[in-house]
């Protein structure tokens, strides 16, 4: 059986990304075989329960207040329009639900209605996340009791990188608050995005931070960067998809017990090089035709793929998720 380590070095990681591509495919699948149903994919969905005039000044960010995007701002949904749309994931075969706001860090007292949100969804039968950005211990505690099952809140990149995408928190906030989640008891659900202009070592090192945390994140999303108008990184080069690929291999090989989930931007992605990220070890993904502000696959079309390559949606019988 494999180890879990946390003690990984950046070579050890730099050399599973340079190996041969079908030795670190067959070494990624044969690791996601010990511990998962390699033909079974976790479907969450997202939903943006706060939008825009965000105070941060994440540069691949639609929601930034200062990034001329054309993003209408909205205010906290009101519990009744969370819910319609809980529902309809639920319908559509989501098992988990996630409820991301455009903050630095949630108020008291906006974190009391997320709470109400969390709970009233968890009623539903659905799991919860939530991405709220900073939290204190003790907001990380009441959501906690609420019943939160995730916290989502990314590295994003290497922590050398990170200054020339975000300047206005540090790698050392995002690590506390991660903390605090871990604390709290609370699965932890965090990753980065790729494309935004690292090098492969940034990438080696971001996984190496996510690895070599006190335990692997339950949850790992590897997005590649969206890119929207009007945000400093529009326009960046691509990342080459081998390159999305082996990112995607080393976070298996690395953390074999966590979903790895293939995030943002796969709108841009065919069929065949999703197939290629399932084989390398994605095992979860975002199912709804919006993320957060911008498109994802319809999900008859992710449906249409899953029916091509014979994956069933986790939670649901084969008749289920035909059907
Ligand atoms: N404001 C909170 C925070 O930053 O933690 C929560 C919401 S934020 C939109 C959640 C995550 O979405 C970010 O950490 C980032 O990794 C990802 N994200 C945001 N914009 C993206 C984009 N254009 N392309 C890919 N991923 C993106
Ligand atoms: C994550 O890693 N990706 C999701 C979720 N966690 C919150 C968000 C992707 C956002 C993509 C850009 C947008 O739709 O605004
Ligand atoms: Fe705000 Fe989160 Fe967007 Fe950064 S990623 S600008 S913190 S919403």
């Known amino acids: ?7 990984w070095t950046v070579e ?5 990304y340079d190996l041969p591509f079908n030795d670190l495919l067959f070494k990624a699948q044969t690791i996601h075989r010990e511990s998962f149903d390699p033909n079974e994919v976790q479907v969450s969905t997202l939903l943006s329960i706060k939008t825009g005039a965000c105070p941060e000044d994440c540069s691949y960010c639609s929601q930034s207040a200062r990034n001329d995007t054309g993003l209408e701002r909205e205010k906290l949904l009101p519990l009744d329009e969370v819910l319609v749309a809980a529902n309809r994931a639920k319908d ?9 706001a455009a903050w630095r860090n949630p108020t008291d007292k906006n974190l009391d209605k997320v709470i109400t949100m969390v709970k009233e969804v968890k009623d539903l039968g659905l799991e919860t996340c939530v991405t709220l950005g900073m939290l204190t211990k003790l907001q990380a505690e009441r959501l906690a009791d609420a019943g939160l099952d995730y916290y989502n809140h990314n590295l994003d990149t290497s922590p050398e990188f990170y200054g020339e995408v975000i300047t206005t928190r540090s790698y050392q906030d995002r690590l506390d608050t991660l903390a605090s989640v871990r604390g709290a008891g609370i699965n932890v659900c965090s990753g980065g995005i790729l494309g935004m202009g690292e090098t492969a070592r940034d990438r080696a090192r971001l996984l190496q931070q996510l690895a070599n945390l006190e335990k692997h994140p339950e949850s790992v999303p590897i997005n590649e960067l969206v890119q929207v108008k009007g945000t400093p990184l529009d326009g960046t080069d691509e990342i080459d998809n081998f390159d999305f690929i082996r990112t995607i291999a080393v976070a298996r090989i ?9 995030s943002a931007g796969r709108t841009e992605m065919n069929a065949e090089m999703q ?3 399932f084989f390398a070890g994605a095992n979860s993904i975002f199912y709804g035709e919006t993320l957060l502000t911008t498109d994802n696959p319809e999900e008859d079309t992710d449906m249409k793929l899953f029916n091509r390559l014979g994956i069933k949606k986790e939670g649901y019988t084969a008749q289920e998720a035909i059907a």
Not at 1 to 7: G, H, S, Y
Not at 12 to 16: K, P, S
Request: aromatic fraction near 6%.
């Open 92 to 100: 559509s075969g989501a098992t988990r639900f996630c409820m991301g």
């Open 254 to 262: 690395i953390m074999p017990k966590s979903y790895v989930r293939l």
């Open 1 to 7: 059986m494999t180890q879990l380590r946390t003690d």
């Open 12 to 16: 050890e990681i730099e050399r599973l």
């Open 275 to 277: 197939a290629m990220c």
